[in-house]
Structure formats: C-alpha cells, structure tokens
C-alpha cells in the first residue's frame, strides 16, 4: 500500500469530515472530487473521467464504487477496504448501480450529501445520478465542503509543499540556465519538467503556461513552439509538484534590453506583489488581497491590462487544474487563515503595446506575515 501520511493524519481527517456531516445531520456522503478521495483515503488515480463515487457514511466507514481498471489502483494506493466495481457494458448505468449499493448500505431515505461540482461529476452522469436519487432520500449539496477542510494544510501536507516549492526552484534555474535568443520554447520546458520529475516530483494537474513574442500575453497553454529573439518576452507560469502537492510560481523573462515599458510593468507588478503579501494575513479576507492588488494596479494606470483575479489557494489537486478554492477577487470574504497555501500572481497583459509582465509565487500563511516558499529573487530577469 503506497500512502503518503500516517493512519493517524487519515483517521483526523475522516474525523473532521464525520464532525461537519454531524453539524448538518447527513447520513452519508458523495464524494466524486478525486481531491477529496486523495485527501480523505489516499486513493490516487485519473480514473475519475469515468463514473466512481466514495460513499462516506456518518460513522466514518466508506465503499468505493469504481471501474475494474480501478480495482488495484484503490487497493494499492489508499487505506479504502470496501471496493465495489460497476461493469463496462452497453447502455450501461453506473448511477442505478451506486442506487442499488446505496440501498443495500440501509441510507434509503436518508439524508445524503453529493459533491456535485468537480470534475469527477460531469453533467450528463449528474442527471443520471439525480434521476436514481431524487426520490431515494433527501440529496443535500455539500460541494466545497470537503475544500474547505483542505484548505487548512496539516504540518505533513507543508512538508510536502514545501518541497514541492524547492521543485519549482529547481525548475526556474533548469530553464534560465538555456534562455537566450535563440532558445526554444520545448528546450526550456523540457528543461523544467525534467528538472522536476529528476527530485521526485509529479506531472502538475495542468499544463505549464509557455508563451513568447505576443504569445507572452496568453495566461493559458497553446500548443505550437517557436525561438526566442535577441530582443523577446518569455512568460512562464509552472509549479513543482510534489505528492500531488503544487507550488506555482509566474515569471516574465526578457531577453536583451529591458524596454521602458516592460520597465514601468514590473514595477508595478513588484509594488502589487507586495502589497499583496502585507495583506495575506488573519486580518484580512482574500477579498482584501485582492483589492490591494488593484488598488496599486489603479495607481499605475493599468486596471485595464490586469485580471479580475489574482491568486488562489494551491494544494493536492488532479487534472484539469492546480487552481482551488477560495480565489482572490473582489468581495470574497472568505478570511485568511494560518496553514494555508495559497499562491499570487500579479499579471499584466498590456495589449495596446503588447507588452506582458508577470510576477508570482507561493506563499504559506502564518499569524503573522505570509512565508514566501521560494528562494527565488523577485527581481526582473534578463538574459
């Protein structure tokens, strides 16, 4: 059995998940959010593009239902006893499969919570589930629930953040150590992963973000490659990751002369950034750090280059992204909190003179100041 924390972290994690299904008095639970699979029994696969479900009752006892591709990966990879496989078939109906089980665990007409927003729930296996379960108990929607207790990282999960920023270090020098004009993109990302799949670490549950000459203003992946320039912009976005534990970090290298605009951009992305870290504090809702984001960002006349966001809590996460919940946009008045992790990112896609800047990287909350995870400098890079 490959897990990654002691019985111990297990048991108080389903402890905590039994309290708050205690507090709205449900008899059971849905979990479809690989996320939460991983972070409540260790359970790690890709398998959820397929129908599974993790039925937690309020006792803490829990059965898998999953595909036969998924049998050994749960019995190899989590603490789950109980497995239960649904087969492949024609016009074949997972959800009246999980009704039956559901029936045979005695939660007919129960109160029964379900994960519904995640990627391990598409819609179109939403409406199955609902069309087997409206009428079998009184289905409660509890997503972001099992988030919200991940959002709070145990000293085991900071370790593995930790690390996991060390990666993205490594991963930073690996690619400064080839950009220059001339450079290609596929070189320098080849260079990354490598770097971070030689210490250890995993794929990340989203594509590195690689973009130069105009492509620097994308905040996505795109496929297709091209050299860099004597006089370019590079923006990489990447995180090292490590037991599926993710650490982000941004950056906008520059090859040749620093124009005055790429200039003027990074000072304030500098400034926002921090700004931005005197606000991540228990005084402060994400909500606030956001607004000292823009508050800079108006100050600078850039409102218009910047985004509606900027940053979000980071942890163990699958495909199709590293992003998790609470985000940093405004109004959000979900509060800062000790042992979290969560990164920033200051971006500035200034299409009138297609001039990118970007500026990032994760950091761990305290009762005080946040700890930035990286030891990278915040400085503008020029190669």
């Not at 492949?88 to 997972?94: G, I, K, L, T, V």
């Not at 009428?135 to 099992?146: C, Y």
């Not at 971006?347 to 950091?363: F, W």
């Amino acid at each position: 059995m490959a897990l990654h924390f002691e019985p111990e972290e297990y048991n108080a994690r389903r402890d905590r998940l039994m309290m708050v299904m205690a507090e709205q008095k449900l008899d059971a639970v849905l979990l479809f959010a690989q996320e939460s699979m991983y972070w409540l029994t260790g359970y790690d696969t890709f398998g959820f593009c397929f129908f599974q479900c993790l039925v937690v009752k309020a006792d803490g006892s829990n059965v898998l239902m999953t595909r036969s591709a998924d049998l050994r990966q749960a019995r190899q990879t989590s603490n789950i006893e109980n497995i239960i496989v649904w087969a492949d078939r024609d016009n074949a109906n997972p959800a009246a499969d999980l009704r039956e089980l559901l029936n045979d665990l005695d939660l007919l007409g129960c109160r029964i919570g379900i994960e519904y927003q995640t990627h391990g729930l598409t819609a179109a296996n939403g409406r199955k589930l609902d069309e087997q379960l409206t009428a079998f108990g009184h289905l409660v929607d509890i997503s972001g629930v099992v988030d919200k207790l991940r959002v709070l990282k145990s000293p085991a999960e900071i370790v593995y953040s930790r690390r996991a920023a060390e990666l993205s270090d490594e991963a930073l020098d690996a690619a400064l150590k080839i950009i220059k004009a001339g450079a290609d993109e596929g070189a320098i990302l080849a260079a990354m992963q490598s770097a971070i799949f030689a210490g250890g670490g995993d794929y990340p549950a989203n594509e590195f973000i690689i973009g130069s000459g105009d492509d620097a203003l994308l905040c996505r992946y795109k496929s297709g490659r091209r050299k860099l320039t004597r006089a370019d912009q590079l923006t990489l976005e990447w995180a090292g990751v490590y037991r599926h534990y993710h650490a982000p970090m941004m950056r906008t290298v520059l090859t040749g002369k620093v124009s005055k605009r790429h200039q003027e951009l990074y000072d304030a992305a500098h400034e926002a950034l921090e700004a931005v870290e005197a606000a991540m504090t228990p005084d402060f809702t994400f909500g606030d750090v956001f607004d000292a984001h823009a508050k800079v960002m108006e100050a600078h006349e850039l409102t218009k280059h910047r985004l509606n966001a900027c940053g979000y809590s980071v942890g163990a996460r699958f495909t199709p992204s590293w992003m998790d919940m609470p985000m940093f946009y405004s109004g959000n008045p979900e509060r800062i909190q000790p042992d979290m992790t969560l990164f920033a990112h200051m971006i500035i896609m200034d299409s009138d003179s297609q001039t990118a800047m970007t500026l990032g990287r994760t950091y761990l909350t305290t009762n005080g100041r946040a700890e930035p995870l990286s030891r990278q400098s915040l400085d503008l890079i020029v190669k």
